[in-house]
Every structure is written in structure tokens, then in C-alpha cells.
Nanobody
Framework: QVQVVESGGGSVQPGGSLRLSCAVS??????????IGWFRQAPGRGREGIAT???????TYEESVKDRFTISRDSDGKTFTLQMNNLRPEDTGVYYC????????????????WGQGTQVTISS
């Protein structure tokens, strides 16, 4: 069974930074077309795609986080990071990591495996 586990959430002031990690396990071998996505959801809002990365390190970003957030993968191909800088109150929400396989890798695609989420709170 494939498992996805997020960690690193917390509370910071506006302008601060957080680093989220996503650990993926359960694949017999890491698929060449593995795609990892980060999503978030705040009360009163639907789920919002944030960023994706594939195994060639190609990335996509939602416009609201571009130039502030960076998604990357570790050399083991199973650990992924979302570095979040210059955080704003509107970045507050539960952040989810998800995995899928396929040629396409962006947040509009269907992701098969999801983590349970980690809370990120930005406030003064």
C-alpha cells in the first residue's frame, strides 16, 4: 500500500518561512513517472493546488505562490520538500501532499494517494 506522510507544519508570523516534507513509501520501485503535488485547504475555501514536481524535477506552481514557494525532491526520489518563504495570512490552511503516476504532472490531474495533512498558520 502506498503511503504519503506530510510533516513540518506550524505557526509563523507574516513574512516568515516554513519547510514542509512529504515522505512517500509503498512503491516496489519508484515509478519513472511519479508526480508529487502539494495542495491546501482553508475554512470556507475549496482545495487549492499549490505546486507539483515530477521525477525529472520539472515543476509547476500556482500563481499566488510562484517566487515564494519552492518544491523539490531528495536524491532518494521518495522525499519531497515544499519550502515556503514570505508567508502571508492567506497562506493559512491544511497542506496536503499527494502522489500519482502518469505523463502529466500538474494540480489539475487526479492524484491517487493522499497524506492526512499538516496545519500551517500564518498570523500576527
Amino acid at each position: 500500500q502506498v503511503q504519503v506522510v506530510e510533516s513540518g507544519g506550524g505557526s509563523v508570523q507574516p513574512g516568515g518561512s516554513l519547510r514542509l516534507s512529504c515522505a512517500v513509501s509503498g512503491y516496489g520501485s519508484t515509478p519513472a513517472q511519479l508526480c508529487i503535488g502539494w495542495f491546501r485547504q482553508a475554512p470556507g475555501r475549496g482545495r487549492e493546488g499549490i505546486a507539483t514536481i515530477d521525477m525529472t524535477s520539472r515543476t509547476t506552481y500556482e500563481e499566488s505562490v510562484k517566487d515564494r514557494f519552492t518544491i523539490s525532491r531528495d536524491s532518494d526520489g521518495k522525499t519531497f520538500t515544499l519550502q515556503m518563504n514570505n508567508l502571508r495570512p492567506e497562506d493559512t490552511g491544511v497542506y496536503y501532499c499527494a502522489a500519482r503516476t502518469g505523463y502529466y504532472c500538474d494540480t489539475s490531474r487526479t492524484f491517487t494517494f493522499w497524506g492526512q495533512g499538516t496545519q500551517v498558520t500564518i498570523s500576527s
